[in-house]
């Protein structure tokens, strides 16, 4: 079924703390606060709508086929994987302040949302109460990793991995089928501590070999600091490697972007400790 598009007129698409992956169809976003204008001031809302971005610079609303869908929210994970034809959307808070703790997988192709699990369920060694977490995918792996999350009472220093071969398994499973749904549960997560990489949010995770990621910057949980550390791990072994020093590391800063190219490892943007724009 082909994905159901609304057109963009005076629709305002800018969000905060929204969730931007590359999709088989063109960019996606998704979630996120929307500014809400009342007199004088600014209110913000929570959303869990989404947009493309197609190749001819347009921007499209999505009309999802099913009617059981991820709960509005913002600062979630996100990631997309197997040629952009999923989404997986993990986490993040709504407009209670409180934490999400649920899991959705959305296939590009057929337009629909697939619950993996929502906050009553519980999944061997699942994170929670995360906002605001990293996420990469390692394709060579067949994994997606997690680090860290602004929740303060949760496992902030390791790294989760969720194995993608068993995630696409739920598309095909019948819902009602709580012993096959238990057995995929046991498989989907696994978590590897690594204390030397401390507590962060909103750090970016870059692949700079087969089998090692960066991890640079975000803010510390536990003192509120804005970091510039550039950590090495590797992920054959989920073991730390090093962490880079040196007079050339960028500033301080959270919410930047990172990409790789070639052998270079691209960094642009994010906020620093006086929360001005860099």
Known sequence: CPNKQKELKDVDISRVLS????TSKGVAQFGGKKALKQDNSTL?????????????????????????????RYGMGIQSFDQGKYIVVFGGKNDEENYINDMW???VN?????????????VLNSPYN????????????????????????????????????VLKQFINIDPSNTKQKLE????????HSIPQLGSRYAASLSQISKNEVMIFGGIDNTNGYVSNNCDIIN???????????????????????TKEYGNIVYLYGGVDSNGHQL
């Open 105 to 107: 997988l959305y296939n």
């Open 184 to 191: 995929l549960y046991s498989k989907l997560f696994s978590i």
């Open 110 to 122: 057929d337009n629909k949302w697939y619950m993996i699990y929502d906050e009553k369920t519980k």
């Open 235 to 257: 992920i054959d072994q989920f073991s730390y490697v090093e962490k880079i020093t040196g007079t050339n590391i960028p500033l301080p800063r959270a919410h930047h972007g």
């Open 130 to 165: 995360k906002e605001e977490v990293s996420s990469l995918l390692i394709e060579n792996h067949g994994i997606i990793i997690l680090y860290g999350g602004s929740a303060k009472d949760s496992d902030n220093t390791s790294i989760y991995s969720i194995d993608i071969s």
């Open 44 to 72: 913000y809302e929570s959303t869990n709508d989404m947009f493309i971005f197609t190749e001819e610079s347009t921007w499209t609303m999505i009309d999802y086929n099913s009617t059981d869908v991820p709960s509005k």
């Open 19 to 22: 969730g931007l992956v590359k």
